[in-house]
């Protein structure tokens, strides 16, 4: 599985974009990007995921660059409720494998 | 739609007793996947389940655990005999079967052994 480098922690202003960065330099043709986050002790939540087009949904918007070896997460509009840990996986087939994620703090 | 049901949310236990963990997919759902997370090693996938066949059970950690899903609707997870160092949530998250399909994941079990 190819593996993910994400910053450990960031901070945003509250109605300010997040943008979390996740680097994935080994990742291979067929496997997608998801972008999951887990707040506080709850279920891991789906956020997006994308194969090598840029993806938006009602919860965030996905930017994979186009050699695919990174991406950017992008919470267009922060809101307290956003603060969690966002994990960037790298999809093979039915298994997620989750890193340590980014610690993101959405501030007044 | 309900989501991922767990049961039950907290366990107490002491160590060597069993503990069975309990978790019912989404209807509709042919795929269950059983996690656990640690603060030392994070999001762990342990077994999971196409069509109430097990796929890939490598991450379950050792002989004292096993895992059924006798029918399309529930599964259990089972450590027998516990021990302290299996204090973890555990999660169960189910899906459609695909390449792309989402998981969706459940609360979580809360096991403590003392």
């Known amino acids: 599985d190819a593996k993910t480098t994400q910053p450990t922690s960031m901070d945003c202003a509250e109605g300010r974009a997040a943008n979390l960065p996740c680097n994935h330099s080994?990742?291979?043709?067929?496997?997608?990007v998801y972008w999951y986050r887990q707040i506080h002790s709850q279920g891991p939540q789906y956020i997006i995921h994308?194969?090598?087009n840029n993806e938006t949904n009602e919860m965030a918007s996905l930017i994979i660059t186009e050699d695919r070896k990174s991406s950017t997460l992008i919470l267009p509009h922060a809101t307290l409720r956003d603060t969690a840990v966002y994990y960037c996986?790298?999809?093979?087939?039915?298994?997620?494998?989750f890193g340590t994620g980014t610690r993101l703090l959405v501030s007044p | 739609d309900a989501g991922v049901i767990q049961s039950p949310r907290h366990e107490v236990t002491e160590m060597g007793q069993e503990v069975t963990l309990r978790c019912k997919p989404i209807?509709?759902?042919?795929?269950l996947f059983w996690y656990r997370q640690t603060m030392m090693r994070g999001l762990e996938l342990l077994i999971y389940?196409?069509?109430?066949?097990?796929?890939?059970d490598s991450g379950m950690p050792e002989d004292r655990f096993s895992a059924k899903m006798p029918n399309a609707s529930f599964s259990t997870l089972k450590i027998q005999p516990s021990e302290p160092r299996d204090s973890a949530v555990y999660f169960c998250?189910?899906?459609?079967?695909?390449?792309?399909?989402?998981?969706?994941f459940g609360p979580g079990t809360r096991l403590t052994v003392l």
């Open positions: 998250a189910s899906s459609t079967w695909g390449r792309t399909d989402t998981q969706y």
């Open positions: 080994t990742i291979s043709g067929n496997e997608y």
């Open positions: 994308g194969l090598k």
């Open positions: 996986i790298v999809r093979s087939f039915q298994k997620l494998v």
């Open positions: 209807s509709g759902h042919n795929s």
């Open positions: 389940f196409n069509n109430n066949v097990p796929i890939d």
